[in-house]
């Protein structure tokens, strides 16, 4: 029976990693370095756009899948909208990449497309919208993932999978209250002056 026990628990351990090295992938796509040329900021967010379109399914897809396996197991039930709402921003991503790609036909690179898209953003005076709306979408991804792997991380510490932390709890246990102070934080003062 342990055993069976232990293999269960290093599934959700498993699981747990993986849900990380998503979120770590979720991470490095949505950091995006602005400069101060408007039309650099624009191609390396159309770059990861582009890139994203590749992963990005897969990553929300295992944050997704702890949150509801560890809610489940620790006798939750998974908010279903939280879920939604990560996995409708991560496929409205991908639409905005499928239409990036459209803007230029054929057989291009990459770097083709993203020369193309650009240059028909600055000639429309469109950097700006595309910029803050890809702003939020990143942010929107990057929030809602970081909030459902808290959650599973707290349900894997409630059924024992994960260690607890107690570091911060010992910190303020460590720290007396206000009411257990017997003297005063001045008191050498006082007594220089007896």
Known sequence: MSENREAYGQALSDMFNEAVKAYSNIVRLTSTATSWNREG???????RVLAAQGYILDNVEAIIKLYVVSATVAGKNPNEQKTRLLLRSARRLIKLANKI???????????????????????????????????????????????????????????????????????EESIPSVGELSQPVDNDKAGEGA
Do not use: C
């Open 101 to 171: 790609r459209a803007t230029a036909p054929g057989n291009k690179s990459d770097y083709e497309i993203v020369e193309v898209f650009t240059k028909e953003l600055v000639s429309q005076s469109k950097t700006r919208t595309f910029y803050f709306t890809t702003y939020m979408l990143f942010k929107n991804i990057l929030k809602r993932s970081k909030e459902l792997l808290e959650e599973s991380s707290n349900n894997l510490t409630l059924i024992g999978v994960l260690p607890r932390r107690r570091a911060l709890e010992e910190f």
């Open 41 to 47: 900021t624009i191609k390396e967010i159309v770059q």
